[in-house]
């Protein structure tokens, strides 16, 4: 006998909150980070600073990115904000409380084809800021779409649970 959960579809579960997609941020979320973009994006710098400036302070950056910066989480309920390495979570935005999604790109972002996403509820407010995202309008995608899925399973569990109780 199987110890498997039957699901209608494969991977999801109704109750319970399943990881979707984890990011991490690009160098350009620091501001050092940005300063090393726009100087490699200029032409000239790009050869001249590539290897003996860029290269070095790029591989410290990303290694401190990595210690001290944080991570970023979809799931079928939430959009999440985590340590780095240390595995707190510091913040949980609902996917119903996300009215909207900007994406920004600052300077020195665009070298590493980067931005940031802001998300905001229906106020208009900024509930949360994802900095520094690579390719921030695929990670975009991925959290409208958890949204979409998420309100048609919740518009289901409701007609479900109203057909019992007639």
């Known amino acids: 006998m199987s110890n498997l959960k039957s699901q209608a579809i494969a991977g999801v579960a109704a109750g319970s909150e399943t990881q979707l997609m984890t990011k991490w941020p690009s160098i350009a ?7 090393l973009g726009q100087l490699m994006a200029s032409v000239p710098a790009r050869f001249l600073l590539a290897l003996p400036i860029g290269a070095p302070v790029g591989v410290l950056l ?5 210690v001290t910066g944080e991570r970023f989480t979809i799931t079928n309920k939430s959009v999440q904000r ?8 510091i913040q949980r935005i609902e996917l119903s409380d996300i009215a909207n999604i900007q994406v920004r790109q600052q300077s020195g972002q665009e070298f590493f084809h980067a ?7 229906a106020k208009g407010d900024v509930v949360m800021r994802l900095d520094g995202l690579p390719h921030a309008e695929i990670f975009s995608e991925n959290i409208t779409k958890a949204r979409e899925a998420s309100g048609r399973t919740q518009d289901s ?3 479900i649970n109203a057909r019992h109780k007639a």
């Open 29 to 35: 979320a620091l501001g050092l980070g940005r300063t």
């Open 62 to 66: 990303y290694f401190v990115q990595k």
């Open 82 to 89: 985590w340590t780095g390495l240390g595995g707190r979570m």
């Open 115 to 121: 931005s940031d996403l802001l998300l905001l509820n």
């Open 157 to 159: 569990l409701n007609t």
